[in-house]
């Protein structure tokens, strides 16, 4: 398997020295140092297949040629160059100028109290001077916290720390669990670990703070039960499991992330029994933890995502999906954005914005939830500057709830608004997105996008829990946004990150009375209803025959779907074959694929 990041020691020497380090030596060896010898690490890291060179010590800071190395690396291949550091004596700018990409701060507290555990004084107060200093040179800031028994009672206060200090500068907090310490007081079991990650994700999600466990850390998912909430901290990679430090325990055989987990070191065992575990059981939650590639090459992937339709203004159109954030204030079970990613860097976001408007796509802003954006502004405003076509945000509107928000949006240049609202009652709605309390301010924000002037489109997935509720769901449009578009989508098993459930997808056979009745409502209250004959509705072959006009669709260009869909025999003989998208695997999967009825020409 190809190395995709690799750690090259630059020294061993540290300038603070860590009650839990097992790392730091008081000396170096000077043949281990020279300056040959880890350019030759370094080009072997690379040759190996590394695309990502981290440069790692003791404290490498203390080398007089570190930017000299990262240069290095980058002359020899490394696609990415990442520094991990205490921050105490880093110079952000020459770092900057050498080439180096993302720094990952040892910063374990939140005030002077970590000098004692650093055993550095004045550490902390340099730390925080230090990644300020990264900031201001436009290098990428994460930040890594070890969970040991001086850290325990702080670590919860981290989250908020970081984003009153800093903003949105820190980009990911990663937690690392030791097992092995010149003091093994400072070691915790993986039950008060467990515990610990769960307060400290709490505390995360309020400040929209990505939380992660750091690769190759523990404690495994198996400590949390079964709290969904927790699995977007882990990024699992199928085959990564052998470590000959780590054992399997009888629970771990009806693990189904067996695969890719390790089990749990044997030092761990050894010290503190086995923790409590529960296997992963569902196929669901396998996805929800395991990790397709790096994070970099992830984010890259899903940061903007294709889409093709026919407008009746602009003809054929051709629309940018750009994820702004991948982060979410809401979890609905069906979302198939990957939520557990960072942010992308702003200048990624912002030449995702230009190339659509060279080549003439709309641009769509979305997530996760894009209103967590600081920059979302921004955003829409150089959008607007790039692209003849309209600017839509698709958002929840939880937070445009602030008239403030909504009005500076619409002045940037903000045209529409695509706002998932699940159900037409609080009890459905917010049961399926998982947020209690956000019905109520979804509708407040659609409110003030209407009162800023912003067009509206409102989305209503259908799956099972809320079906019951779609001609409700017209009738509150009706009363309240007469002037919205219905949006009615169809849940899509699209990606693994979306259970193949039958308690979550119904049939077509189940939904198309439904679908019909809500259409013949919304016609007779004069709300323009659509959206089911797209790649994200329903086969075009099942659309009701009462609503046929609906297909006066753009052709679909051969691979566009990127293979998510087929096109069983029933298709072939369809005329609408060529528009026709066909029917998502996920769905065949699950339900097969009797229900298709080639339309005649």
């Known amino acids: ?16 020295n ?4 097992t790392s730091r030596r008081p000396a170096d060896d000077p043949t281990f140092i020279r300056k040959s010898a880890v350019e030759e690490r370094i080009h072997d890291a690379v040759a190996s297949g590394a695309r990502e060179v981290v440069l790692t010590g003791g404290e490498p800071t203390l080398r007089r040629d570190l ?16 520094l991990e550091t205490n921050a105490t004596l880093v110079d952000g700018a020459e770092l900057s100028r050498a080439g180096l990409d993302r720094v990952l701060v040892n910063l374990a507290g939140t005030g002077e109290w970590l000098d004692e555990v650093t055993r550095d004084p004045g550490g902390f107060a340099a730390s925080v001077r230090g990644i300020e200093a990264l900031l201001v040179a436009g290098i990428v800031v994460d930040v890594q916290a070890a969970i040991v028994r001086s850290t325990l009672d702080h670590l919860a206060e981290l989250p908020e720390f970081l984003r009153a200090r800093f903003g949105d500068g820190v980009r990911t907090l990663y937690l690392v669990l030791p097992t092995s310490s010149p003091d093994e007081r400072e070691l915790v079991d993986w039950d008060t670990a467990g515990r610990i990650v769960r307060e400290v994700e709490a505390r995360a999600r309020v400040v929209a703070l990505p939380l992660k466990i750091a690769p190759g850390s523990g404690p495994a998912p198996c400590v949390h039960g079964r709290d969904p909430r927790i699995a977007h901290v882990y990024s699992l990679t199928a085959g990564g499991r052998a470590r000959a430090d780590h054992v399997q325990l009888p629970p771990c055989r009806e693990c189904l992330v067996r695969d890719r987990c390790s089990g749990i070191p044997s030092d761990v065992v050894r010290r503190f029994g086995t923790p409590t575990m529960t296997p992963v059981g569902t196929d669901r939650g396998r996805r929800r933890l395991s990790l397709i590639s790096t994070v970099d090459e992830q984010i890259a992937r899903e940061l903007v995502t294709p889409n093709r339709y026919r407008d009746p203004i602009y003809g054929d159109v051709s629309e940018d999906v750009i994820r702004v954030v991948f982060q979410c204030n809401q979890a609905c079970r069906f979302c198939f954005v990957s939520t557990h990613l960072p942010a992308a860097g702003n200048d990624a976001i912002e030449a995702a914005i230009r190339a659509a408007g060279a080549r003439g796509h709309r641009v769509t802003l979305s997530g996760g939830e894009p209103t967590l954006h600081p920059d979302l502004v921004g955003y829409v405003r150089l959008a607007k500057s790039v692209s003849k076509l309209p600017v839509l945000l698709q958002t929840n509107a939880i937070r445009l709830a602030d008239q403030a928000l909504a009005m500076e949006l619409a002045e940037a240049g903000l045209d529409e608004a695509f706002v998932s609202l699940h159900g037409a009652t609080a009890a459905v709605s917010d049961a399926i997105t998982g947020a209690p309390g956000t019905f109520d301010k ?35 449009l009706a009363l309240r946004w007469p002037r919205a578009f219905a949006n009615v989508s169809f849940v899509a098993p699209s990606t693994d990150m979306v259970p193949r459930e039958h308690a979550l997808i119904p049939r077509y056979e189940e939904v198309l009375p439904r679908l019909a009745a809500a259409v013949t409502l919304a016609e007779s209250k004069g709300v323009a209803i659509g959206g089911f ?38 298709c072939q003989s369809c005329a609408l074959a060529s528009r026709c998208y066909g029917i998502r695997r996920g769905y065949v999967e699950l339900h097969g694929e009797g229900e298709l009825r080639p339309v005649a020409g």
């Open 1 to 16: 398997m190809t190395v995709r990041s690799e750690r090259v020691l630059t020294n061993l020497r540290c300038n603070q």
């Open 533 to 570: 004959e797209s790649m994200c509705g329903i086969p075009l072959c099942l659309v009701p025959s009462s609503i046929d006009r609906y297909f006066d669709l753009a052709e679909v260009p051969p691979g566009f779907d990127a293979g998510e869909f087929v096109k069983p025999s029933a």
């Open 18 to 21: 860590c009650t839990f380090c």
């Open 442 to 476: 979804t509708v407040r924000g659609l409110d003030q996008l209407a009162k800023a002037g912003v067009a509206l489109q409102i989305n209503f997935v259908i799956c099972q829990a809320n079906v019951h509720e779609l001609s409700q769901w017209v009738e509150l």
């Open 67 to 82: 930017a000299q190395l990262i240069a290095h690396a980058r002359a020899a291949g490394a696609e990415r160059v990442v």
